[in-house]
């Protein structure tokens, strides 16, 4: 009777490695389940991004066209009148200043020259 024996055990051993792999694969199918899940998320979330960021990107060159044509006719009105006077303004302001920075240059040139 000892070939029966050893037979009903092996047969348990057997049974036994059955069910830890049966249980390894419910593991295995369990996270594989989960991380498919968080892909479908991470890839729903992906999408939505991506619409967000088109509408976004459109609305922004819709604004920037706006204000290339707002640009374009502000050059052909006033605005130049505008930029002269700023312009003449501007070197008025410098011819005024340039004496004083002349000066200023000057002392400064001479305090760092060596003796």
Avoid at 31 to 52: C, M, P
Avoid at 58 to 77: D, H, P, V, W
Avoid at 80 to 92: E, F, G, I, M, N
């Amino acid at each position: 009777m000892e070939p029966v024996d050893s037979w009903l055990e092996r047969e348990m051993e057997l049974n036994k490695s059955h069910e830890d792999i049966l249980t390894r694969r419910e593991a295995l199918l369990r996270n594989s389940e989960w991380q498919l899940g968080a892909n479908e998320a991470k890839n729903s979330n992906l999408a939505l991004s991506w619409t967000r960021a088109k509408n976004r990107n459109q609305i922004l060159l819709q604004k920037l066209s706006k204000a290339e044509e707002i640009l374009k006719q502000g050059t052909r009105s006033n605005s130049s009148r505008t930029l002269t006077d700023l312009q003449a303004s501007y070197w008025k302001m410098v011819e005024k200043q340039l004496p004083e920075w002349k000066q200023d240059v000057k002392k400064k040139g001479k305090s760092t020259t060596p003796r």
